[in-house]
């Protein structure tokens, strides 16, 4: 049997790497696109393109099964350290990012419930929420993409804006359940799709934080700045007005 040069089987793992990036990026990307739909269907009231963004939710789930085959092959060819961080940090970034379709999905599907209401003026502040984020999982993806430990940082960083807005929305929606009781189940969904949202923050500040561990293993990043205080405000258990 003729033995496989060597140069092929560098260039062949090569391959198979830029091929698990690329994936992980169009993966990332997809969910992003999911959650600008989703942001767009609570504006417009769309049941019929939420329900399309729901099952839209099992292609990202067909991409992680895919890339989880993928690591497993990179995991069999014996690969160094630096390789070995590779494949971690695709296999964490592809759970946060199925995670993340997931929460866009759960946007898309509360807004129908919402719509038996009329509109809440506070849907602009979901809005502004959602923006920030869809910026953060695009911008985390970018630091991914090109190994930048700054990028990253300062992704990591910029979290503390959605959870400063999260807050404001929470106490905000929180003062209208309080004044109008007719409010509470609206206001409700819209709490739930705000931390849905915060925690898709949450979930691109992790991937910023594994960008780090690619490049500088496991040294330590310094403590990060939390803002989402909602945990402080007494919630009424029974309203369901403290989404958890």
């Known amino acids: 049997m003729t033995p496989i040069p060597s140069d092929h089987i560098v260039k062949s793992y090569d391959e198979e790497r830029h091929r698990l990036l690329d994936e992980t990026l169009r993966m990332g990307e997809l969910a992003a696109t999911q959650l600008e739909a989703a942001l767009a269907v609570v504006a417009d009231r769309d049941n019929v393109a939420?329900?399309?963004?729901?099952?839209?939710?099992?292609?990202?789930?067909?991409?992680?099964?895919?890339?989880?085959?993928?690591?497993?092959?990179?995991?069999?060819?014996?690969?160094?350290?630096?390789?070995?961080?590779?494949?971690?940090?695709?296999?964490?970034?592809?759970?946060?990012?199925?995670?993340?379709?997931?929460?866009?999905?759960?946007?898309?599907?509360?807004?129908?419930?919402?719509?038996?209401?009329?509109?809440?003026?506070?849907?602009?502040?979901?809005?502004?929420?959602?923006?920030?984020?869809?910026?953060?999982?695009?911008?985390?993806?970018?630091?991914?993409?090109?190994?930048?430990?700054?990028?990253?940082?300062?992704?990591?960083?910029?979290?503390v804006a959605i959870d400063t807005a999260y807050t404001a929305l929470f106490r905000e929606l929180l003062t209208h359940m309080m004044e109008d009781p007719r409010a509470i189940t609206p206001c409700t969904h819209l709490l739930f799709m705000a931390k849905n949202i915060e925690r898709i923050g949450d979930h691109a500040t992790n991937i910023a934080e594994n960008v780090w561990f690619l490049v500088h293993g496991e040294d330590d990043l310094p403590p990060r700045e939390k803002r989402d205080n909602s945990s402080t405000l007494a919630p009424d258990a029974d309203t369901g007005a403290h989404p958890d």
């Open 50 to 159: 939420a329900a399309r963004i729901v099952a839209a939710d099992k292609a990202i789930d067909r991409l992680e099964q895919d890339i989880s085959q993928d690591v497993m092959k990179l995991a069999l060819r014996g690969p160094m350290a630096r390789d070995l961080r590779e494949i971690l940090v695709a296999i964490r970034i592809t759970s946060d990012i199925e995670r993340i379709g997931d929460y866009a999905a759960n946007v898309a599907k509360r807004s129908t419930a919402l719509n038996l209401a009329p509109p809440l003026p506070q849907i602009g502040g979901l809005q502004a929420i959602g923006r920030l984020a869809v910026a953060q999982l695009r911008d985390v993806l970018t630091a991914y993409r090109d190994s930048d430990i700054d990028a990253a940082r300062r992704v990591r960083d910029s979290d």
